[in-house]
């Protein structure tokens, strides 16, 4: 841990420099616990649904139909008491293959291959609108293939939605952090996007080392996207976050300070 310390804090040095815009200000303490909290559990929200669409579709590519099927266009999730139901869906939209996968990640029954394309629930409908209309949106892409996962923005809210685009990789040692982006969409439209990087990073995870290092200049704390990161990598991550080049870890999705940072006259 202490050699990444030590390059985080020489990489600090020059944050001033490197910045074009103003660097955010620190928040209030009760803001700024309020905002970590909230970016470990949507980091983490972020990774179950991601990990449960990856676990659905290994299992679903066990099976020779849905290997040969070429109707299908994707996925969506929802939980449901606990646990994660993956559909995956047709250009029309309709449901093809739903798998319902537990909180600690595994297939619960089998896969359900539908005899003929079943219409959406109103959930999956409108996540599927929310879904398409972060894609069609103009954003900067940082690979050439993007996974998405899409989070309802509460419950007194049906028509208002959260999408990730989060850059995909066949790279088990690459973690393509460059290139994330938040949606947000009300009634299919995107109304908010956001960036949490400048340019297409990637971060390289070694299972010999303390952990990976980043220096973040859009915020004052790490986000959910840095907590998603760590989560998938299953790697610490270091976090270097402005104005004064406060020092976080992000281990196991808990983000804790390590050293904060100071002003200097």
């Not at 928040?27 to 669409?53: C, M, N, S, V």
């Not at 303390?210 to 998603?228: K, R």
């Amino acid at each position: 841990m202490a050699r990444y310390l030590i390059a985080l804090l020489m990489a600090l040095v020059s944050i001033n420099a490197q910045a074009d815009e103003p660097l955010p200000v620190e928040l209030p303490p009760d803001q700024e616990a309020a905002a970590l909290k909230e970016a470990e559990a949507t980091g983490l929200a972020i990774y179950r649904h991601d990990h449960a669409a990856a676990v659905a579709t290994d299992a679903a590519l066990k099976i020779r139909a849905f290997k040969k099927d070429k109707r299908v266009r994707g996925w969506i999730t929802e939980e449901q008491d606990g646990l994660i139901a993956v559909t995956f869906i047709e250009q029309s939209p309709a449901a093809l293959y739903r798998v319902v996968v537990s909180g600690a990640g595994d297939i619960v029954g089998d896969v359900d291959v539908l005899e003929s394309p079943q219409p959406l629930t109103e959930f999956e409908a409108a996540a599927v609108a929310a879904r398409s209309a972060a894609i069609a949106s103009e954003f900067q892409p940082c690979s050439d293939k993007y996974n998405s996962v899409v989070l309802p923005s509460g419950d007194d809210a049906p028509d208002k939605w959260t999408v990730y685009l989060l850059p995909g990789t066949t790279k088990g040692n690459v973690v393509p952090i460059g290139g994330t982006y938040r949606m947000r969409t009300v009634d299919g439209a995107v109304v908010e996007s956001r960036g949490f990087t400048r340019t297409c990073i990637a971060l390289q995870s070694d299972p010999g080392a303390a952990g990976m290092m980043i220096t973040h200049l859009l915020d004052s704390i790490p986000t959910e996207a840095h907590v998603f990161w760590s989560l998938w990598a299953r790697s610490p991550l270091y976090v270097a976050t402005p104005p004064n080049g406060t020092i976080w870890s992000i281990e196991s999705g808990e983000i804790t300070l390590v050293k904060r940072g100071t002003a200097k006259d």
